[in-house]
């Protein structure tokens, strides 16, 4: 009689055993995404939910990651208010997530930062990691830098580097225009065109330089078309995404100035949309990306891209989504858990194939992404077009030039301060 009631308490443990770890092992693992989904910019933002999400689904749909688990994107809307930020990061941290990604303005990136700088301290073991995906500001990846913040997409010095070698190397140029937004990121975009012409491109003149109100609230852009005008600027380079690019753009080209127009965000889904083939084709809109769909080496990309005309009846933009989610998946793999710390560490100096031979790095000393960069320009003759809302629209990007990662690899004064490894 015993030994049968010790083997029905056996039975039961191994059952209850399995069924716990049957259910630990389908529990998602989930990043929790902080953007404006609502509110002026919630256009921007709800194209990044998509791409996000899209890489995510591409991965779950292999097999998913530890050994059939999935990747959950959780919403959280900040409404692009940053103490909006702040009250979401401490809701992920409520709802138990571990991971957490934003990108959209630097000064909500900054008070992610700041915040889990300190939670992370107070409550090591409900640590969480914050993987950035757009937020450029420099100094992210340098004085300020933190073993919890991870930056996907290239900084702004990376990425204003790249376009000024290309502006140096048209002779057309002669006289360069800035206009960026008055907040960290359009201030690091500003000193980095300050800093670069005169390392990359001293045979260009800066003959006008300016910071405007940013995140939608100028509606009235011909004071800086007067500038513009008034300047002779050859060209303009600006840092400006979302509505600020576009109703730039847009007063540029109805005024007639004849300008190349450079640009870091001119790629962005919405905006383009906004913009439009004549306004892109008469500025001859240029941009600096990762990637983009014409590029004949990027077989990720162009499935990806069919994957997003499919679901969303858009134009694939931000290959670092795809980039990020993938170094996600793999860094869990290798550190065969999904504690915040462990995985990190995996992240470290991890490395996947890049574009034309070169190799995308995470550079462990920062915790900057390492990658070519291209820069493109609107091209009314480009295989692929561009998509929106199931409309075809008669322009694509075509490549002027790439940049390489050896390249694109700036000193850093980070210095790192780890937690223990696990």
Same mark, same amino acid.
């Not at 689904?57 to 930020?85: C, F, H, Q, Y």
């Not at 997003?308 to 793999?333: C, G, N, P, Q, V």
């Given at each position: 009689?015993?030994? &049968?009631?010790?083997?029905?308490?056996?039975?039961?443990?191994?059952?209850?055993?399995?069924?716990?770890?049957?259910?630990?092992?389908?529990?998602?693992?989930?990043? $929790?995404?902080?953007?404006?989904?609502? /509110? =002026?910019?919630?256009?921007?933002?709800?194209?990044?939910?998509?791409? @996000? &999400?899209?890489?995510?689904?591409?991965?779950?749909?292999?097999?998913? %990651?530890?050994?059939?688990?999935?990747?959950?994107?959780?919403?959280?809307?900040?409404?692009?208010?940053?103490?909006?930020?702040?009250?979401?990061?401490?809701?992920?941290?409520?709802? $138990?997530?571990?991971?957490?990604?934003? /990108?959209?303005?630097?000064?909500?990136?900054?008070?992610?930062?700041?915040?889990?700088?300190?939670?992370?301290?107070?409550?090591?073991?409900?640590?969480?990691?914050?993987?950035?995906?757009?937020?450029?500001?420099?100094?992210?990846?340098?004085?300020?830098?933190?073993?919890?913040?991870?930056?996907?997409?290239?900084?702004?010095?990376?990425?204003?580097?790249?376009?000024?070698?290309?502006?140096?190397?048209?002779? !057309?140029? !002669?006289?360069?225009?800035?206009?960026?937004?008055?907040?960290?990121?359009? !201030?690091?975009?500003?000193?980095?065109?300050?800093?670069?012409?005169?390392?990359?491109?001293?045979?260009?003149?800066?003959?006008?330089?300016?910071?405007?109100?940013?995140?939608?609230?100028?509606?009235?852009?011909?004071?800086?078309?007067?500038?513009?005008?008034?300047?002779?600027?050859?060209? %303009?380079?600006? /840092?400006?995404?979302?509505?600020?690019?576009?109703?730039?753009?847009?007063?540029?080209?109805?005024? /007639?100035?004849?300008?190349?127009?450079?640009? @870091?965000?001119?790629?962005?889904?919405?905006?383009?949309?906004?913009?439009?083939?004549?306004?892109?084709?008469?500025?001859?809109?240029?941009?600096?990306?990762?990637?983009?769909?014409?590029?004949?080496?990027?077989?990720?990309?162009?499935?990806?891209?069919?994957?997003?005309?499919?679901?969303?009846?858009?134009?694939?933009?931000?290959? &670092?989504?795809?980039?990020?989610?993938?170094?996600?998946?793999?860094?869990?793999?290798?550190?065969?858990?999904?504690?915040?710390?462990?995985?990190?560490?995996?992240?470290?100096?991890?490395?996947?194939?890049? =574009?034309?031979?070169?190799?995308?790095?995470?550079?462990?000393?920062?915790?900057?992404?390492?990658?070519?960069?291209?820069?493109?320009?609107?091209? =009314?003759?480009?295989?692929?077009?561009? %998509?929106? $809302?199931?409309?075809?629209?008669?322009?694509?990007?075509?490549?002027?030039?790439?940049?390489?990662?050896?390249?694109?690899?700036?000193?850093?004064?980070?210095?790192?301060?780890?937690?223990?490894?696990?």
């Amino acid at each position: 009689m015993k030994s &049968r009631k010790f083997f029905t308490y056996l039975l039961s443990f191994v059952l209850v055993s399995l069924l716990s770890f049957s259910v630990q092992a389908a529990e998602p693992i989930r990043i $929790g995404f902080i953007e404006p989904l609502s /509110g =002026p910019i919630a256009s921007v933002g709800l194209e990044g939910l998509d791409a @996000i &999400r899209l890489a995510a689904d591409r991965v779950n749909a292999r097999g998913g %990651v530890l050994g059939g688990r999935m990747i959950e994107i959780v919403p959280l809307d900040n409404a692009m208010k940053a103490e909006k930020t702040t009250q979401q990061v401490k809701k992920a941290i409520d709802m $138990g997530l571990r991971f957490i990604s934003q /990108g959209i303005g630097s000064n909500h990136a900054l008070n992610i930062i700041k915040t889990l700088n300190k939670h992370n301290k107070r409550n090591p073991d409900k640590a969480i990691v914050y993987f950035n995906h757009s937020a450029v500001t420099p100094a992210f990846t340098n004085e300020m830098c933190s073993f919890w913040h991870f930056r996907f997409d290239a900084d702004a010095n990376m990425k204003i580097s790249a376009l000024v070698t290309q502006i140096g190397k048209n002779p !057309k140029i !002669k006289k360069l225009y800035t206009l960026n937004q008055n907040y960290a990121y359009g !201030k690091a975009v500003q000193a980095a065109v300050n800093r670069y012409l005169k390392e990359l491109a001293p045979n260009v003149e800066l003959v006008g330089d300016d910071l405007m109100i940013p995140f939608g609230k100028v509606q009235d852009f011909t004071p800086y078309v007067a500038k513009v005008a008034a300047s002779k600027a050859d060209a %303009v380079l600006t /840092g400006n995404w979302g509505p600020d690019f576009i109703r730039f753009a847009k007063a540029v080209a109805a005024a /007639g100035l004849d300008v190349d127009f450079y640009s @870091i965000y001119a790629g962005i889904p919405t905006s383009v949309k906004g913009y439009g083939e004549e306004t892109g084709i008469k500025l001859r809109i240029k941009q600096i990306t990762e990637s983009h769909i014409n590029d004949e080496d990027r077989a990720e990309v162009k499935a990806i891209n069919a994957a997003s005309l499919k679901k969303h009846k858009r134009t694939w933009y931000s290959d &670092r989504y795809r980039i990020m989610i993938e170094m996600f998946a793999a860094a869990l793999d290798k550190a065969g858990t999904d504690d915040p710390v462990a995985v990190a560490y995996a992240l470290e100096g991890m490395t996947i194939p890049g =574009p034309h031979g070169d190799t995308i790095v995470m550079r462990a000393e920062n915790h900057q992404i390492a990658m070519p960069m291209v820069v493109s320009s609107i091209d =009314p003759n480009a295989p692929i077009k561009f %998509v929106y $809302g199931g409309e075809t629209f008669g322009i694509g990007w075509k490549t002027d030039g790439w940049v390489s990662t050896a390249e694109n690899t700036l000193p850093t004064t980070c210095k790192m301060k780890r937690p223990p490894k696990p």
